[in-house]
């Protein structure tokens, strides 16, 4: 075969050619519906680049002496394999490529037939045609299912490393309990076996007490734990008018025992006397008391913790800042904040952050927490002001 003499009477031809297949593409795929179409209309003019790019480089290469012909070949594989890894990491779902090297096979086949009237020059490009482009969808597809599958296993790899990580918090926050638990039974018996009924009756009160306040400690890590599976009681919750400042003043009269434990100076300061807010009182109470319990335990004895509102000019959120004069936190850590489990400080469970995240994006709102080293931690709380009533 004279490729060199093909070329010159047949190329040209061919490429003109090439630009019906691109418009007759275009439309087959934008006409499809679902998942195609809309990958075609968001990344139309990138497509009828690549594609023509594509046709183009195929087209000249049908012509290529038998030595630089091989040459491509296996260039081609090893490109089209870079490609369909490419793909998978871009947001272009298998259906969609499927059907794009379908459809683009079926059309070039078609144009090659009925533009090349030569039926010896259109066999042998028909025949090359064909193995260039089941080189191109081969590879291309291993490429793509190979990274697709490397991509599963690391998100595998992921879920079971959270799932550890959880699994061994969890147990080891309900052991410390029960360890207390279990050391005060023996005391108590022991104290019976040893000192008699009427002495051990005496001190029973006590142990009985701290046994509670443990057993209480584990029942609240398990419904922190069952708020972050989705399964805790108050999850049909609903949202509604909330006046911001009376359940404020209640949070702060439950959290006066803190200030007292640690001699902190607790201060709340409204921006307006009536604030409303689109909420869940319970969810408020629950999350304040967190982040206010979190900010005393990052501050000094004498240190300051500041609860303060504002209201955006547009009226579309309040914020509240819950602001510390403690330790901070490194930028490090700082990525890691909402993670279960993730301990920022001795005594905790890592969990009261990921609750707190939970709780105020399941009512609409938002969290941000700036903080700096020997300076202090701001975490600002957004909340969704009331919808607009309806008359």
Not at 312 to 325: C, K
Not at 337 to 361: A, Q, R
Request: glycine residues 6%; negative net charge.
């Amino acid at each position: 075969m004279d490729w060199i003499a093909a070329k010159d009477r047949w190329l040209s031809s061919l490429l003109l050619s090439m630009e019906d297949v691109v418009e007759g593409h275009m439309t087959d795929m934008l006409s499809f519906g679902g998942p195609i179409s809309h990958y075609y209309r968001k990344y139309e003019q990138q497509q009828r680049m690549g594609i023509s790019g594509m046709l183009t480089d195929v087209m000249q290469q049908l012509f290529s002496e038998e030595k630089e012909y091989a040459e491509y070949l296996y260039a081609l594989s090893v490109e089209s394999y870079i490609w369909g890894e490419t793909w998978a990491k871009g947001d272009i779902s298998k259906e969609v490529l499927l059907q794009t090297l379908y459809n683009l096979r079926q059309l070039i086949f078609e144009r090659v037939r009925h533009s090349c009237t030569d039926a010896e020059i259109r066999d042998a490009l028909l025949s090359r045609l064909h193995e260039i482009l089941n080189i191109r969808y081969y590879h291309a597809m291993r490429g793509y299912l190979a990274c697709k599958d490397q991509m599963i296993s690391h998100l595998n790899r992921q879920k079971i490393g959270i799932i550890e990580q959880m699994a061994a918090g969890m147990a080891h926050e309900i052991r410390n309990p029960l360890t207390a638990v279990n050391g005060f039974l023996q005391l108590m018996r022991k104290t019976i076996e040893h000192d008699g009924r009427s002495r051990g009756w005496e001190m029973f009160e006590q142990y009985i007490q701290i046994c509670q306040h443990e057993m209480q400690s584990l029942n609240n890590l398990v419904t922190s734990f069952l708020i972050l599976a989705r399964k805790n009681e108050t999850g049909n919750s609903q949202n509604e008018i909330v006046e911001l400042r009376p359940l404020m003043e209640h949070v702060h009269e439950l959290a006066k025992h803190y200030v007292m434990e640690k001699d902190v100076r607790l201060s709340f300061a409204y921006e307006e006397p009536h604030v409303q807010v689109w909420a869940i009182p319970s969810y408020v109470e629950q999350i304040c008391l967190n982040l206010i319990k979190n900010a005393m335990d990052a501050v000094a004895h004498n240190g300051c913790v500041t609860i303060y509102t504002e209201t955006s000019p547009l009226q579309s959120f309040v914020s509240m800042t819950i602001e510390d004069n403690g330790y901070g936190i490194s930028e490090q850590r700082q990525k890691h904040l909402f993670e279960p489990f993730y301990i920022t400080k001795e005594k905790g469970t890592g969990i009261g952050l990921s609750v707190c995240k939970k709780l105020i994006e399941e009512m609409g709102g938002k969290i941000n927490i700036q903080s700096t080293v020997g300076v202090g931690t701001k975490v600002e709380i957004l909340f969704a002001v009331p919808p607009a009533k309806e008359f």
